[in-house]
């Protein structure tokens, strides 16, 4: 089991209830959507799995290990194994497509050697060869989304977090991005993607975790997905 919820609850400093007693288990090589109206608390828990918030009440585990009694030194370990993907691709503007995706392994220390030769890996994996000194605004926005998610696996991720990563990408480009994200499913790694785009979800057969009001509202196993409209 890589991700487990027990009996979480947020509440904010201004009374808002982001989450009400949710609990889910998540295994590892799993494709999960989650879904739901703003509001519905899916920004809440992806910020928990990265540990930008914390809950008022249960507990939260990530590769076993506990998020809730996880010290601040610890963050920087935990964030190491977490790659986020974000819908308004948060690149650095004045930086190179290459160099965007080795900043997030010189922030953690990598040498220069094993940099040069992950960035070339990952910047082949998301199609984006020849690309390499090219500018954000140089890019679409669909190849911007390729570079945020290399960097986002540049450090070999256990879980990929992806929050709307096709919010402001056209229908075509937006398929061109999940088929990316399922390549990256197949090859082992988690993801858990945060979405609206229900054509997308329909097609893909994946697991879908559906939040209403800060409780889960269904839970439906691919198995079952044809019941659901």
């Known amino acids: 089991m890589l991700v487990q919820f027990y009996n979480v609850s947020k509440i904010y400093a201004n009374g808002v209830k982001a989450l009400d007693d949710i609990s889910i288990k998540i295994d590892g090589g799993e494709f999960v959507f989650l879904m739901g109206p703003s509001g519905a608390g899916k920004s809440t828990m992806i910020k928990m799995l990265y540990r930008e918030e914390t809950p008022s009440r249960g507990q939260i585990f990530v590769a076993s290990r506990s998020l809730v009694r996880m010290k601040k030194r610890e963050i920087p370990i935990l964030r190491r194994n977490i790659g986020v993907v974000f819908q308004d691709f948060k690149l650095l503007e004045s930086k190179t497509v290459y160099e965007n995706v080795s900043f997030a392994m010189e922030v953690v220390g990598a040498n220069h050697r094993e940099i040069r030769s992950r960035v070339i890996e990952v910047i082949k994996l998301v199609g984006l060869q020849g690309k390499e000194k090219s500018l954000p605004s140089e890019l679409s926005g669909g190849e911007q989304q390729r570079v945020g998610i290399a960097r986002a696996l540049t450090n070999r991720p256990l879980l990929l977090?992806?929050?709307?990563?096709?919010?402001?990408?056209?229908?075509?480009?937006?398929?061109?991005?999940?088929?990316?994200?399922?390549?990256?499913?197949?090859?082992?790694?988690?993801?858990?993607?945060?979405?609206?785009?229900?054509?997308?979800?329909?097609?893909?057969?994946?697991?879908?975790?559906?939040?209403?009001?800060?409780?889960?509202?269904?839970?439906?196993?691919?198995?079952?997905?044809?019941?659901?409209?």
């Open 161 to 229: 977090i992806a929050d709307e990563p096709t919010g402001n990408l056209d229908m075509n480009t937006a398929h061109e991005i999940m088929e990316l994200l399922f390549d990256i499913n197949r090859k082992g790694t988690t993801v858990i993607m945060a979405t609206h785009a229900w054509e997308l979800v329909k097609a893909a057969r994946k697991r879908v975790i559906t939040l209403e009001s800060g409780k889960i509202y269904s839970d439906i196993n691919p198995g079952e997905f044809t019941l659901c409209k």
